[in-house]
């Protein structure tokens, strides 16, 4: 079975930087996903780890740590507009997700 | 058009009605998907076509849960005599090719609501 975890809600100020965790475990794996959510509108690719070790894009930075099954995304210079929903989600051709964090950016 | 589209994006449906929800993928993209959102969760996998082929049907929940990509590219999920449960956002989500590593470019989804 697929078991993937991140917490439900985070919140932090305009600005600041926030911290995003998963932890995975899976029967498959060929990579870890990370998609910013929008209320009610299409998940939006944000990046995608396959070996260990930090992707930097941006404002944007994701971790992964196969032999942990842990992922981060880390969000720096928040701003209102990611108030959104995050999701991670294990690549096994098929994407298996976990339920999203919610973050809240206060100004 | 540039990104995947589907349609509609609202359906209303009294339980028992059969619905039907149409995706456009991205033109060329060989791999389309199905997954299932519930308000508060993330998506879940329903199904996989590579072109016409249908290769995955395991996480369609029923078999009022019917998919198919005829011509390899519009694909169309059915579900017969809807029930409340089915009431949620169905995304469709497309891919260049069958290679696991490549992106899966998310459409807006049709929320379903079984009344």
């Known amino acids: 079975g697929q078991n993937i975890d991140q917490p439900t809600e985070m919140t932090a100020t305009e600005g600041a930087i926030v911290q995003i965790n998963c932890t995975y475990q899976?029967?498959?794996?060929?990579?870890l996903f990370w998609y910013q959510q929008h209320a009610g509108e299409a998940p939006t690719f944000l990046s995608y780890n396959v070996l260990d070790g930090l992707e930097e894009k941006g404002r944007f930075s994701s971790f992964l740590s196969r032999s942990k099954g842990y992922s981060y995304l880390l969000l720096k210079e928040l701003q209102m507009k990611d108030s959104a929903s995050y999701l991670c989600?294990?690549?096994?051709?098929?994407?298996?997700f976990g339920a999203g964090t919610t973050v809240t950016v206060r100004a | 058009g540039a990104g995947v589209s589907q349609s509609p994006r609202y359906k209303v449906a009294k339980r028992g009605q059969d619905v039907a929800l149409r995706c456009d993928p991205i033109?060329?993209?060989?791999?389309l998907f199905w997954y299932q959102q519930a308000l508060g969760q993330g998506p879940e996998f329903l199904t996989y076509f590579q072109n016409e082929a249908q290769l995955d049907k395991s996480g369609l929940p029923s078999d009022r849960f019917f998919a198919e990509r005829p011509e390899g590219s519009v694909s169309t999920l059915k579900i017969q005599r809807t029930q409340q449960e089915d009431s949620a956002v169905y995304l469709c989500?497309?891919?260049?090719?069958?290679?696991?590593?490549?992106?899966?470019?998310f459409g807006p989804g049709t929320r379903l609501t079984v009344l």
């Open positions: 033109s060329g993209h060989v791999s």
């Open positions: 989500a497309s891919s260049l090719s069958q290679s696991s590593y490549n992106e899966q470019f």
């Open positions: 899976t029967s498959g794996f060929n990579g």
């Open positions: 989600a294990v690549n096994d051709y098929k994407l298996s």
